[in-house]
C-alpha cells in the first residue's frame, strides 16, 4: 500500500512539474529542438531544475554510502540508435512519454493516436530482444537508467 | 521566451527532479517514464510502483485542466502522430530511455550513456524539426 501511495504521488508530482514547466505544450518542445528558427530554450531549464535537485539527491547519496560512481557500461550501436529514432518521433509531435501521458488527463484530443502507437512501439523494441537491466540498488545508483 | 517562462521552467524541473527522488528512494527505482510504461506493460512484478506512477501522471493533467481549462496540443496529422509515438515507444524502448530517463535520472547519475543518448535524441530532434519545414506531409506547424 505504502509502494502504491509513494509511486502515485511521485507520479502526481513528475506530472505537476511538467505542467508547471510548460512541457506539455508540444509546440514549446518544438521550439527547442528548432535551432534555425525561434529557439526556445525553456527544455533546457527544466533538465537543469531536475539534475540540481535529483543530481544533488544522489551525490548526497553516494557521499552517505562512501562509493563512487563507479564502472560505467560500455556505450553500444542500439544504445545510439535507439536514442536517434525516439529523437525524430519526438521531434516530430513534440510528445515524449511523461508529456503525452499527461496529456492523456489533461488534452486527451488526439493523444491517444500517439499513445497508441508508442505503446505498440514499446511490444515491438521488446520483442527485438532489447535488454532490460536490473534496476539501481543503492550501491550501483551509478549505472545507467532503465527507463 | 520571458523570464518568467524560464523561471517556470527551472522550478517545474525541480519538482520532477524532487519526484525522481522520491520514487528513487522509496526503492531504488528510476524515474524514466518510458521504463515505468515498460515496467508496466511487460512486467507483472513491477505493477505495483509503476501503475500507479503513470496514474499520477494522468490525474495531475486532469488537475490541469481543471485549473486551466483548454490546453495546446500537437498539431500533427493523424498520421504524423501516429509515426511519431511508433518511433518514440520503439526508440526509447531499444535505446533504453527517454527525456527522463536519460535526460533527468541519467545525466543526474553522470552515465556517460545516457549522454550520449540525450545528445543524440535532441540532435535528431532538431534535424526532424528542420526537415519537417520542408515536407508539406509533415509538416508541423
Do not use: K
Not at chain 1, 120 to 126: C, Y
Not at chain 2, 32 to 38: D, E, P
Request: contains cysteine; glycine residues 18%; hydrophobic residues 50%.
Amino acid at each position: 500500500m505504502r509502494t502504491t501511495l509513494t509511486a502515485f504521488g511521485s507520479g502526481l508530482l513528475f506530472g505537476v512539474g511538467l505542467l508547471v514547466s510548460g512541457m506539455t505544450d508540444p509546440h514549446r518542445v518544438r521550439a527547442f529542438l528548432d535551432f534555425a528558427g525561434r529557439w526556445n530554450p525553456s527544455l533546457a531549464g527544466v533538465m537543469a531544475g531536475a539534475i540540481a535537485v535529483h543530481g544533488t539527491a544522489l551525490w548526497l547519496e553516494r557521499r552517505r554510502l562512501g562509493v563512487s560512481i563507479g564502472a560505467q557500461a560500455p556505450l553500444d550501436a542500439r544504445l545510439v540508435i535507439g536514442a536517434a529514432v525516439f529523437g525524430v518521433g519526438w521531434g516530430l509531435a513534440g510528445y515524449c512519454p511523461g508529456p503525452a501521458i499527461v496529456s492523456l488527463g489533461l488534452a486527451p484530443g488526439r493523444v491517444w493516436v500517439f499513445l497508441s502507437t508508442m505503446v505498440v512501439g514499446v511490444l515491438i523494441g521488446d520483442a527485438m530482444g532489447a535488454r532490460h537491466a536490473p534496476r539501481g540498488a543503492p550501491s550501483t545508483i551509478a549505472q545507467a537508467p532503465t527507463c | 521566451m520571458t523570464s518568467v517562462e524560464l523561471g517556470r521552467a527551472v522550478l517545474g524541473g525541480a519538482l520532477i527532479g524532487a519526484a525522481a527522488t522520491v520514487y528513487w528512494r522509496a526503492d531504488g527505482r528510476v524515474a524514466g517514464v518510458s521504463g515505468v510504461l515498460r515496467g508496466a506493460l511487460l512486467s507483472r512484478s513491477d505493477r505495483r510502483a509503476t501503475v500507479p506512477f503513470l496514474v499520477g501522471l494522468v490525474v495531475a493533467g486532469l488537475a490541469g485542466a481543471a485549473a486551466m481549462g483548454t490546453s495546446p496540443t500537437s498539431a500533427g496529422g493523424l498520421p504524423t502522430l501516429g509515426l511519431a509515438g511508433l518511433l518514440v515507444g520503439l526508440g526509447t524502448r531499444l535505446g533504453g530511455g527517454c527525456t527522463s530517463g536519460h535526460g533527468v535520472c541519467g545525466l543526474s547519475r553522470l552515465s556517460r550513456r545516457s549522454l550520449v543518448a540525450t545528445l543524440t535524441f535532441i540532435a535528431t530532434g532538431a534535424l526532424t524539426v528542420l526537415v519537417a519545414r520542408w515536407l508539406p506531409g509533415l509538416r508541423v506547424p
